[in-house]
């Protein structure tokens, strides 16, 4: 529990775990909370407020249902590297859909953009191009370029955001090179949660000096998508959902049905191939499940 001023260990009664409910942890980063303060200076956990949103994954490790990743956010920041990990359109794609579900504003930053080449320059451009026009914010980072992180703190100052990735991508360096606090705060903060028993330490969401909380997620490997129906996907890729009117079927799933306004939409150009692609592996990955 962060109060603003202070950090107080809470324990989570009884009756607020999963009775039921399809979400592998009760209380997530982010989550606003009522709390009692005890003689000895520890709190308990008196009542959850309702979230304003929320992301969440599949839970991992062979456990059915949902995780919520954190709650009550202004905006999710998907973060790549162009190389050194090599970036995935894929990861992206899914992230925006998850993001599109549960209405919130996403962000895609692509980082160590020293390390691109002309011809990942030009790619990244590319991205800037295609995910601007479908109403999304695109930015390039490096920890080296100023300039880039004037722009990356602007987008981050006064909001509440979360940082989420693979590892690798340069997620905790950014914050570091943004705010020199920030090593300290997080230092703080595991000590602390290493010794708390009782919550989920998903993620932490941490001031910044500059104003806003950042939630830096630890890496993801993979975003598994929850509560979404084959027929459903395209409502959530922002290109489709015009030409998904021109469909003969009204359940149609775009990837083998006649007639199909998605499909011939991709062949004019009109939908970009990557997102197309995008669009059938997540659509696999549905009828999988
Ligand atoms: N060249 C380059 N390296 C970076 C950049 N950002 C981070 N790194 C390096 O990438 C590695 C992983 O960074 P880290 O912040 O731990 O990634 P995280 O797992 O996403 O938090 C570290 O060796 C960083 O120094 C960048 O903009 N350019
Ligand atoms: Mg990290
Ligand atoms: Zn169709």
Redesign the pocket.
């Known amino acids: 529990m962060d109060t603003g001023d202070e950090i107080i260990e809470c324990r989570l009664p009884g009756r607020f775990r999963l009775d039921g409910k399809e979400v592998t942890n009760p209380i997530a980063v982010g989550d606003r909370v009522d709390f009692n303060l005890n003689d000895d200076g520890s709190g308990g956990i008196e009542k959850i407020h309702v979230r304003e949103n929320y992301i969440t994954r599949q839970a991992t490790h062979g456990k059915r249902g949902e995780q919520i990743l954190v709650s009550n956010l202004d905006q999710a920041c998907v973060?790549q590297s162009i190389k050194k990990p090599e970036l995935k359109e894929g990861f992206i794609d899914r992230f925006l859909v998850t993001c599109e579900a549960y209405e919130v504003k996403a962000v895609i930053i692509i980082?160590?953009m020293?390390?691109a080449k002309s011809g990942g320059r030009a790619f990244a451009e590319g991205l800037k191009e295609l995910y601007t026009k479908l109403g999304y914010t695109l930015l390039t980072?490096?920890?080296?370029s100023e300039a880039s992180l004037e722009q990356l703190k602007s987008q981050l100052e006064h909001r509440s955001s979360a940082f989420i990735?693979p590892?690798?991508?340069?997620?905790?360096?950014?914050i570091n090179a943004l705010d020199p606090e920030y090593k300290l705060k997080t230092g703080k903060i595991s000590d602390f949660s290493n010794k708390g028993k009782h919550t989920t330490t998903f993620a932490r969401l941490i001031p910044l000096s500059f104003g806003g909380y950042i939630a830096d997620t630890p890496?993801i490997r993979e975003f598994g998508l929850v509560n979404i129906e084959p027929w459903e996907l395209s409502l959530f890729f922002p290109e489709m959902i015009k030409p998904r009117e021109h469909c003969k079927f009204h359940n149609c799933t775009h990837n083998h049905e006649p007639k199909c306004g998605v499909a011939e939409a991709f062949e004019s150009g009109e939908i970009a191939a990557s997102r197309y692609q995008s669009y059938l592996n997540i659509l696999d990955s549905l009828e999988a499940e």
């Open positions: 973060i980082n160590k020293d390390l980072t490096s920890i080296e990735g590892s690798g991508v340069g997620k905790t360096s950014l890496g």
